[in-house]
């Protein structure tokens, strides 16, 4: 597609839920990236993904989250037991940078997936 | 912890005025990128800036590196009800890192 896409773009689950958020990437853009923003900060980082495989996975707080990206393209977001806590703005973000994240270029971004739990 | 903090953290100013926002950041880098984020949207990148470089212009954009200060610093000339966003410097570490951002707000 011509940008990156995320749905749903809004999602209100109870306590304890299962969710899943997709990102479709700019076609071609090997890097993929989730990122979480919470009301009036910045993007926090979670994971990103260099073609199918989590190059860096650090930022993903608990093992309640999970990221996919079976054939390199569109990944998936994946909560389990959401809490409260976890309510945010989940985006993505792609890139056709390599491994040198910003030294050729800079990511692009979908619109997010707010989440809410209630 | 966060790489790349802003400052101000909130701008408020009167339309056709220059607005200013700054960035420091804590190791060394090889470039800096700011990006522009309107209210319930995603990011957008304005512009990149090497480590190699002092300044860099975009339309109304001037960016400035200075490396021995490890700061950067935004300047929106001429600015326009439509600059209101949030602004947020962004270093790349591997992945890349944001700041908290600054809250530009242009009064018509």
């Known amino acids: 597609g011509a940008g990156v896409s995320q749905t749903p773009s809004n999602k209100v689950t109870e306590k304890g839920k299962y969710v899943e958020l997709r990102c479709d990437p700019i076609?071609?853009?090997?890097?993929l990236y989730w990122y979480r923003q919470s009301l009036g900060q910045g993007p926090e980082f979670l994971i990103y993904?260099?073609?199918?495989?989590?190059?860096?996975d650090s930022g993903l707080p608990n093992d309640r989250f999970f990221a996919v990206r079976p054939e390199g393209s569109v990944s998936t977001l994946k909560i389990q037991r959401t809490e409260r806590g976890d309510s945010a703005v989940y985006l993505c973000?792609?890139?056709?940078?390599?491994?040198?994240?910003?030294?050729?270029?800079?990511?692009?971004f979908g619109e997010g997936s707010r989440l809410t739990v209630l | 912890s966060q790489q790349g903090e802003e400052d101000p953290q909130a701008l408020s100013i009167q339309e056709g005025e220059n607005a200013t926002m700054n960035c420091s950041y804590k190791t060394s880098i090889n470039n800096l990128q700011w990006y522009r984020q309107n209210s319930g949207r995603g990011l957008v990148h304005l512009i990149l800036?090497?480590?190699?470089?002092r300044e860099k212009h975009s339309g109304r954009l001037r960016v400035t590196l200075d490396t021995s200060k490890k700061s950067s610093s935004l300047l929106i000339t001429a600015s326009r009800a439509a600059d209101t966003a949030s602004y947020f410097c962004a270093k790349p570490l591997k992945k890349l890192v944001f700041g908290q951002g600054t809250r530009l707000t242009i009064n018509p």
């Open positions: 076609s071609g853009h090997t890097a």
């Open positions: 800036i090497r480590s190699n470089e």
């Open positions: 993904f260099q073609g199918t495989g989590a190059a860096d």
């Open positions: 973000a792609s890139s056709s940078s390599s491994v040198r994240i910003g030294e050729t270029g800079e990511l692009f």
